[in-house]
T-cell receptor, first 114, second 115 residues
Framework: KAGVTQTPRYLIKTRGQQVTLSCSPI?????VSWYQQTPGQGLQFLFE???????NKGNFPGRFSGRQFSNSRSEMNVSTLELGDSALYLC?????????????FGPGTRLTVT | AQTVTQSQPEMSVQEAETVTLSCTYD???????LFWYKQPPSRQMILVIR??????QNATENRFSVNFQKAAKSFSLKISDSQLGDAAMYFC????????????FGKGTSLLVTP
């Protein structure tokens, strides 16, 4: 099976712009979670989608949003980019929602905001 | 909120030797899951080992094993017969129903393996 894929792998944007990142989960996986990784804050949970519905949300401003499509693919959007949004954005998929189900991570999208 | 603490920012081990990475966590939950993830320089996060809190037996995966002390809220990772390919950032993570099963990560331990 193919692993979790994320596109694009690298992105450079300017402050004030918006960006959309894409995540394709492992085939058959229905849950997709997003995490932000920065040197200062470490790994922080953004949100989780399951069956096209946001099931859980981390402590991030409303500029961060996401959605999930019927084929379980997910996108996250960041509007009005700030310098502090520069980070590695990781997507993880799991078969179902819940504790017993392992999360498999993609390679990440490196976002640089200038 | 649950917190996960990794007190060793960096560790070093010689090839073929054994190293133990520490992790403590704070929770009031009785049912939860603990994980160790490895993130090599390529950045792909890989699951190393997992432990369910209700299981008393420590998890083992080949050269990787954990020492799970539920009462002490401690979850250390032991890597035996270290290999050059083990060099990476290691993250301890926790998840439970209380946080909607979001992974809560520690700050990580950078492991250097020397020949």
């Amino acid at each position: 099976k193919a692993g979790v894929t994320q596109t694009p792998r690298y992105l450079i944007k300017t402050r004030g712009q918006q960006v959309t990142l894409s995540c394709s989960p492992i085939s058959g996986h229905r849950s997709v979670s997003w995490y932000q990784q920065t040197p200062g804050q470490g790994l922080q949970f953004l949100f989780e989608y399951f069956s096209e519905t946001q099931r859980n949300k981390g402590n991030f401003p409303g500029r961060f949003s996401g959605r999930q499509f019927s084929n379980s693919r997910s996108e996250m959007n960041v509007s009005t980019l700030e310098l502090g949004d520069s980070a590695l954005y990781l997507c993880a998929s799991s078969l179902e929602q819940g504790g017993p189900y392992e999360q498999y991570f993609g390679p990440g999208t490196r976002l640089t905001v200038t | 909120a649950q917190t996960v603490t990794q007190s060793q920012p960096e560790m070093s081990v010689q090839e073929a030797e054994t190293v133990t990475l520490s992790c403590t966590y704070d929770t009031s939950e009785s049912d939860y899951y603990l994980f160790w993830y490895k993130q090599p320089p390529s950045r792909q996060m890989i699951l190393v080992i997992r432990q369910e809190a209700y299981k008393q037996q420590n998890a083992t995966e080949n050269r990787f094993s954990v020492n799970f002390q539920k009462a002490a809220k401690s979850f250390s990772l032991k890597i035996s017969d270290s290999q050059l390919g083990d060099a990476a950032m290691y993250f301890c993570a926790y998840r439970s129903a209380d946080s909607g099963y979001a992974l809560n990560f520690g700050k990580g331990t950078s492991l250097l393996v020397t020949p």
